[in-house]
T-cell receptor
Framework: GAVVSQHPSWVICKSGTSVKIECRSL??????MFWYRQFPKQSLMLMAT?????????EQGVEKDKFLINHASLTLSTLTVTSAHPEDSSFYIC???????????FGPGTRLTVL | GNSVTQMEGPVTLSEEAFLTINCTYT??????LFWYVQYPGEGLQLLLK?????DKGSNKGFEATYRKETTSFHLEKGSVQVSDSAVYFC??????????FGAGTTVTVRA
């Protein structure tokens, strides 16, 4: 099946710094990618839809200036958490649709810890 | 809007027991339905899917049937193993590709 990678797999940063997370589709092209965050023992919450060549679409309640998304190519989307604070600590997961049945393939996730 | 209601856990079973996780949904149009599994510290993996009414998805001994009349997609496995311990998410997607997830059910299988 299709493969989606994320980098880094985990990151620890100081409060106030910015962190960039990459999501890549390795063997298929994705004009759309999705970013989720998952708090411990909770479900995934969709943050935004990343669109290649245009602005990302954010879900209600998600600060677009806080979570910058850039879909630079058909295989790469990046999520930058700007001026990170401890409450931004979470598991961030990306996905990309592939195939004819709206099937999505998920990256392995990035664990962000803000000290 | 779309929503998924999933049986709350946690669920604890003995090996070889029968597992059922209930899932019902609300959606406009004709969604595709999925079960995803998440092992500790990992991302989500697709377990099985069904794209239209009466379809049965199956994988690794797990099954789920798309029931349009009851808007349900219950997950079942006849004989669980310790390696099936994970969090299971029911999900649906409509034409906009956006996935709506259930809350997740933590399953622990004891030897």
């Amino acid at each position: 099946g299709a493969v989606v990678s994320q980098h880094p797999s985990w990151v620890i940063c100081k409060s106030g710094t910015s962190v960039k997370i990459e999501c890549r589709s390795l063997d298929f092209q994705a004009t759309t990618m999705f970013w989720y965050r998952q708090f411990p023992k909770q479900s995934l919450m969709l943050m935004a839809t990343s669109n290649e060549g245009s602005k990302a679409t954010y879900e209600q309640g998600v600060e677009k200036d806080k979570f910058l998304i850039n879909h630079a190519s058909l295989t790469l989307s990046t999520l930058t958490v700007t001026s990170a604070h401890p409450e931004d600590s979470s598991f961030y997961i990306c996905s990309a649709p592939s195939g004819s049945y709206n099937e999505q393939f998920f990256g392995p996730g990035t664990r962000l810890t803000v000290l | 809007g779309n929503s998924v209601t999933q049986m709350e856990g946690p669920v604890t079973l003995s090996e070889e027991a029968f597992l059922t996780i209930n899932c019902t949904y609300t959606a406009t149009g004709y969604p595709s339905l999925f079960w995803y599994v998440q092992y500790p510290g990992e991302g989500l993996q697709l377990l099985l899917k069904a794209t239209k009414a009466d379809d049965k998805g199956s994988n690794k001994g797990f099954e789920a049937t798309y029931r349009k009349e009851t808007t349900s997609f219950h997950l079942e496995k006849g004989s669980v193993q310790v390696s099936d311990s994970a969090v299971y998410f029911c999900a649906l997607v409509s034409n906009d590709y956006k996935l709506s997830f259930g809350a997740g059910t933590t399953v622990t299988v004891r030897a």
